[in-house]
């Protein structure tokens, strides 16, 4: 039982270890073997989350090395719900997957391995250990990015591993400024020991900024961003659902964790500059990511700039650095995930159905796959913030921090955002659901179009291959969004012990 | 002066740092770029290892006599060694990959080939 910490980021890879070793005997056996770890994780998860949320914070130090000089695995509410989110996403997709494809065991290896490493930072509690973790999804990330057939996908991953390594390598040289002034790497020792080296010393100062533009790369905030829409696009429809729901959402769970628990409010307070490069991160990704998001014509890439300025508002929560915004932050992490996931899959399905990929293919969606355009409606007016969807709670939780701490500046370009998000949004709603079918042959595949031809190398399979595995997955998504969105005021109460202790 | 000399260590490290960022960002062949990554790194290694250095110390062992090495940094950068094998084999992977299908490493030629972005 006190053992479940560590065992949460074993057992994904025990089982990415046997999926290869099923692998031996019979080659595409890996789903099923992917789906028992994933149940057992989401299980364990759930457990250690519950004890979490309820009693505080699990701690246990790894190797039975005490805490400063070893390794401490620390579970309070907040990692709890990312290590539950991670393994509930990585299930909800394996659903998807079975159809979709990629289909061989190192596929599923390689998922699992991608589980373990989010998992790994969600729990971590020492910052090199952090490092690793984020390089081990990191490599796992890029490794599934590549597994589509096409040379693009390849392509995509490479310049994604150059970006995203080079953003580990910043975090890394960060981790060895704030190593240099203080000689120790438990985050919560490094709290106590880099407020005691003083907050304004240029080497305490140098170690934020570079742990935080690491992480900002890893998070793909606005002027980092550039190899997020290659990434998402050129992907599998199966990989972009499980990365565009977890790997940014994990990465920007460890920009809070560094910016709260290591270097702590009155860091931020002392250094008014660092202040200002949060907001500034902020702001130009919410707005420049909408009107990126605006020009696109590929709906995969549509969506991977709405990414780009969701994570601007947590960012922006970040900054803000209260109670509520925190709050927020952490229901807008889990509901971005959940919404931004199943829009991706949705995307994958309806590609699936009839063939369409590009903004100009969904006008008149909802004559020829119905449910298809539904889901994808509620989902997308999720990610707007419409209520009694949970896109609405975090961003309101996010909201009225801002204007509790008189950040009027930012809680204006929140709520400017979600117009600028309705403009992409309303664009493809109306084409989905007012506009007449265009040209025929569409609709039983397009036929010789650019569009099917990407998709049957993109999934392995025909136009019409949607599997009952992939409409139940995007239901589901569509399905949480809106429950969450009840659900997450009493999360909110439930979470806020946890942040309270993150802010003081 | 006398601090330059001193810690002339870290002036190589940042050298190397710089050298491969340029080389990473400024080179049009994609093996190069892999290349510069590693030199990054392997500035940020040599970075670590210098900031556990004591002139004159000894090796921590109970054995020797004080001062010692610090030899936490040596033990984080043999994990961080691996991480960047690792990230090399699977980069040069995909590389092989890209060269199958464009015929070329030059990214411009790439983008030529692929015509758009």
Known sequence: MSDLPPMLVALPILG???????????????????????????????????????????????????????????????????????????????????????RSNPFYATYLLLVGGLTGISVTGDVFNMYVFLEISGL???????????????LAALKYLLVGTFGASLFLLGIGYAYVATGTLNMADLSAQLAEAGHTTPLVVAAFSLMVVGL????????????????????????????SALVSTVAAYA????????????????????????????????????????????????????????????VGAVAVANVTALTGAAIHLVGHAVMKGGLFLTTGTVAGETGARTVDDYGGLAKRFPAGSGVFGILAFALVGVPPAVGFVGKLYIVLGAIEAGA??????????????????????????????????????????????????ATGGEPGGASRGMKAAVLAAAVVAVVLGAAAFGYGQLIEPTILRLVS | MDLLVSRFHYLVAFFLMGV??????????????????????????????????????????????????????????????????????????????????????????????????
């Open chain 2, 20 to 117: 491969g960022t340029f080389v990473m960002i400024g080179d049009r062949n994609l093996v190069k770029k892999v290349i510069g990554l590693n030199v990054f790194q392997t500035g940020i290694f040599l970075f670590f290892i210098v900031s556990g250095y004591v002139e004159g110390a000894s090796p921590p062992l109970l054995t020797a006599p004080s001062p010692y090495v610090s030899p936490v940094p040596h033990v984080l950068i043999l994990t961080a060694i691996v991480v960047g094998v690792s990230l090399t084999a699977v980069s040069l992977g995909l590389i092989v990959r890209i060269y199958r299908v464009y015929g070329t490493l030059d990214e411009a030629l790439i983008r030529e080939v692929r015509g758009d972005e």
């Open chain 1, 408 to 457: 009027w500046l930012l809680a204006s370009v929140i709520v400017g955002s979600t117009l600028l998000t309705l403009a992409y949004v309303a664009r493809l709603v109306e084409r989905m659901f007012f506009w007449e079918p265009e040209g025929e042959g569409r609709g039983d595949g397009g036929d010789g179009a650019k569009s099917a031809s990407v998709l049957d190398e």
């Open chain 1, 216 to 243: 900002f790369v890893k998070v793909a905030v606005f002027p980092l961003h550039a190899w997020q829409p290659t990434a998402y696009a050129g992907a599998p429809d199966t990989v972009s659902g499980l990365i």
């Open chain 1, 255 to 314: 920009l809070i964790r560094i910016v709260f628990t290591v270097f702590t409010v009155d860091f931020l307070h002392a250094n008014p500059s660092a202040w200002r490069v949060l907001v500034a991160g902020s702001v130009a990704s919410i707005v420049t990511g909408s009107l990126l998001a605006v020009s696109q014509s590929e709906i995969k890439r549509m969506l991977a700039y709405s990414s780009v300025s969701q994570f601007g508002l947590i």
């Open chain 1, 140 to 154: 796992a990330t890029y490794a599934l990015v590549a597994s589509g057939d096409r040379g693009e996908s390849a």
């Open chain 1, 16 to 102: 990415a270890v046997a999926t290869m070793l099923v692998g031996l005997v019979r080659s595409e056996t890996g789903w099923p073997v992917a789906v028992l770890t994933s149940v057992l994780q989401v299980g364990a998860a759930g457990v250690l989350a519950r004890g979490a949320l309820r009693h505080g914070p699990v701690r246990y130090a790894v190797g039975g090395f005490a805490a400063p000089y070893g390794i401490e695995l620390v579970v309070d509410g907040l990692s709890a719900t990312m290590a539950l989110l991670v393994a509930s996403v990585a299930l909800g997709v394996l659903a998807y997957a079975r159809k979709a494809g990629p």
